[in-house]
């Protein structure tokens, strides 16, 4: 993972952490043959996962869940 990326993690969970979610990602794959090695988004008050159960997202991904909510958020 290269410093942008990285930056560009830090960045996202930050506003998920205003939306009342959390993003986690699993490095490694041995773990379990539905764990793709990506993200998965996390609802903090359920501690439950609302996308990505295989940890199948990618940043791209994780930006349109962002976008998506921010965009309820506004409806409301």
Do not use: P, W
Request: with cysteine.
């Amino acid at each position: 993972m290269t410093n942008d990326e990285r930056n560009r993690a830090v960045r996202l969970r930050h506003k998920l952490n205003k939306l009342g979610y959390t993003m986690m990602k699993m490095n490694c794959r041995r773990d379990s043959i539905d764990n793709f090695g990506g993200y998965a988004i996390i609802d903090t008050e359920y501690n439950a996962i609302v996308r990505g159960t295989r940890f199948d997202l990618d940043l791209d991904d994780v930006e349109e869940f962002i976008s998506d909510e921010e965009s309820v958020a506004q409806l409301e």
